[in-house]
């Protein structure tokens, strides 16, 4: 999807410079063509509040007011609990609320008629933490011109929508911007973007929500690339290079990023990622070794063009001003970025540097280490003719035949044809993101931190059952009868493991668990490892596995979860016998 950004502009009258003014920063608008123009028409202007205030049906919460609206900052975002993954907008909305309590914002959820049954689940496990309002008519959705979920709309203290359908990185930025305005300032904004539109349509301004011309990011591929699905069996069986020891950070690799892109300052002309290889190096000015690695990473920049792209990332000790410095005299072909509050960095834990990250177009870490060990090219190379997506788009590869939607995917280790099977669960019974089931997942149960005194258990030749929980989910809670009932059962031939880590510090859980124990294992993932690997959106949410370590079946456990566990049992001692 195209996106376009906002920069800094000149305003020009007559052939004379007036001033220069910062437009709205790095906010991205998404969509494109008849719609995007139409939304860049009723940014800056009154929106009509009714169309959100005027529906009846609301889940968590009281009904929006005009009153309650009026002087604060309202950002409106479309979810769809039939879409699993419109959900994981679940931790951008609880940020939002924790970075701006008292700061006069709401956060209110529009969600269409079909699926608002199932909308209680996400409210009753925390995911959603807003209230939402029902669309029965699909009124709301066509005044803002929705076209898909999730969408997000941010409303002035004025009451004017000032973005319009924007990227889910850029609504930290847009918010922040507003909350700081007073409503005179807002609506003093509103009338400057009037004004350039006007010189925009004289031919006095560049349009900056024009289709960019052909510039760094174009050449490479950008926006423009095809979207190609790649089934996550797809990643899992690629030829990824072998993981790096002994690193000066946290280990990553074979896991999704920490935390996503996005804070971080453009030093260099923004470029798209998306669909791309990225090499993310942690790197100053003052470092001789970042120093001498940089020809390496140029390199690589320069061969790869168009597959990757390379994301150089100061702010460790310095400011933005002393880089930019720098850059003037020693530029490379690669991007620059700055982050103060070093965000990535601190998630990664990168105590020494240069530190380089490898990461495939599907947002997991494949490689970390040192960019000067003579390792990291040949890891970069490997990830790029690896990667699943770069192989679809030369047309190396086509997935159509080799993964039907279902079945299991091909396994080194598969099990006799006759075994029964559960049949897998699907769309809005699964709330995951990373579908992994007929695909082996290796050591799950790996760097846990076991509780109640117990230490990681022997899982050779059983089936290992997970289940993703919370002390504050009420039906993870009422789940957990059955899930005892199961691990007694089958305490012979299975491991139940109930992991917690949601937002649940290790030493509330244990305090939890002291009043109400249980006869299967419990283990604190507190960094999300195991959530992340399975992308999952909400919980309860069950991964049941056979013994040579395929996911047998995966979801939120329904009335049937017994016996979908007796069946893995029993089919699990054929292949092992």
């Known amino acids: 999807m195209r996106r376009a950004t906002?920069?800094?502009?000149?305003?020009?009258?007559?052939?004379?410079?007036?001033?220069?003014?910062?437009?709205?920063?790095?906010?991205e608008r998404e969509g494109r063509g008849e719609r995007r123009e139409a939304l860049n028409s009723a940014e800056a202007a009154p929106f009509n509040l009714d169309v959100i205030t005027g529906l009846k049906d609301w889940a968590n919460g009281s009904p929006l007011t005009r009153d309650e609206a009026a002087g604060n900052v309202v950002v409106i975002v479309t979810l769809d609990s039939a879409k699993p993954g419109t959900m994981v907008m679940g931790p951008m909305i609880r940020r939002l609320n924790e970075q701006h309590a008292g700061d006069g914002l709401i956060v209110v959820g529009l969600h269409p008629r079909a699926g608002w049954d199932n909308l209680d689940r996400f409210v009753e496990s925390g995911l959603v933490q807003c209230r939402v309002a029902r669309d029965a008519l699909g009124m709301a959705r066509k005044a803002l011109r929705v076209d898909d979920d999730p969408d997000v709309y941010v409303i002035d203290r004025a009451g004017q929508l000032r973005y319009a359908d924007i990227s889910n990185?850029?609504?930290?930025?847009?918010?922040?911007?507003?909350?700081?305005?007073t409503p005179e300032h807002a609506r003093g904004e509103a009338a400057r973007r009037k004004t350039e539109e006007g010189q925009i349509a004289a031919g006095l301004l560049e349009d900056p929500n024009a289709a960019p011309e052909p510039s760094r990011g174009a050449a490479r591929g950008g926006s423009d690339q095809?979207?190609?699905?790649?089934?996550?069996?797809?990643?899992?069986?690629?030829?990824?290079?072998?993981?790096?020891?002994?690193?000066?950070?946290?280990?990553?690799?074979?896991?999704?990023?920490?935390?996503?892109?996005?804070?971080?300052?453009w030093l260099s002309d923004k470029v798209e990622t998306e669909g791309k290889v990225l090499v993310i190096d942690f790197w100053a000015t003052w470092c001789g070794p970042c120093r001498r690695s940089s020809p390496i990473l140029d390199k690589l920049q320069k061969q790869h063009k168009g597959e990757l792209e390379v994301l150089a990332i100061s702010g460790s000790r310095e400011n933005?001003?002393?880089?930019?410095?720098?850059?003037?005299?020693?530029?490379?072909?690669?991007?620059?970025?700055?982050?103060?509050?070093?965000?990535?960095?601190?998630a990664f834990g990168v105590r020494a540097i240069p530190h380089s990250v490898v990461v495939s177009t599907d947002g997991v870490v494949r490689w970390q280490g040192n960019p000067l060990n003579p390792a990291f090219a040949d890891a970069v190379k490997q990830v790029v003719r690896a990667d699943p997506m770069l192989q679809a788009r030369a047309g190396k590869?086509?997935?159509?035949?080799?993964?039907?939607?279902?079945?299991?995917?091909?396994?080194?280790?598969?099990?006799?044809?006759?075994?029964?099977?559960?049949?897998?669960?699907?769309?809005?019974?699964q709330y995951a993101s990373n579908n992994l089931q007929g695909q082996v997942v290796e050591r799950p149960l790996a760097r846990l931190n076991w509780m109640n005194g117990a230490s990681e258990p022997d899982t050779e030749g059983k089936v290992i059952i997970v289940d993703f929980w919370a002390t504050w989910c009420g039906p993870c809670k009422r789940f957990s009868p059955t899930l005892d009932k199961v691990a007694k059962k089958h305490a012979s031939e299975a491991v139940v493991v109930a992991i917690s880590g949601q937002n649940d510090p290790f030493q509330k859980v244990e305090s939890f668990l002291k009043r109400a124990r249980h006869s299967y294992y419990n283990a604190h993932d507190n960094r999300q490892s195991l959530y992340k690997k399975f992308g999952i959106n909400a919980i309860p949410n069950v991964v049941v596995m056979s013994s040579d370590g395929v996911v047998r079946w995966q979801g939120v456990p329904g009335s049937d979860f017994e016996q979908i566990v007796d069946q893995v049992v029993a089919s699990n001692m054929v292949i092992r016998d």
Request: aromatic residues 6%; hydrophobic residues 40%.
């Open 397 to 429: 590869v086509t997935f159509e035949d080799q993964y039907d939607e279902g079945a299991d995917a091909p396994a080194d280790n598969a099990s006799p044809a006759d075994v029964d099977w559960p049949a897998h669960s699907s769309g809005a019974s």
């Open 169 to 181: 990185a850029s609504v930290a930025d847009a918010v922040a911007e507003l909350v700081a305005e």
């Open 6 to 27: 906002l920069g800094t502009i000149s305003i020009a009258a007559g052939g004379a410079l007036l001033c220069s003014l910062a437009l709205a920063g790095p906010v």
């Open 320 to 346: 933005a001003g002393v880089v930019k410095r720098f850059l003037q005299r020693d530029k490379e072909s690669y991007s620059y970025l700055h982050d103060d509050k070093q965000t990535l960095n601190n």
């Open 226 to 265: 095809p979207t190609i699905n790649v089934p996550a069996a797809a990643y899992a069986k690629a030829d990824w290079p072998g993981h790096m020891r002994g690193l000066k950070a946290k280990d990553y690799q074979g896991e999704a990023m920490p935390v996503a892109l996005g804070n971080e300052q």
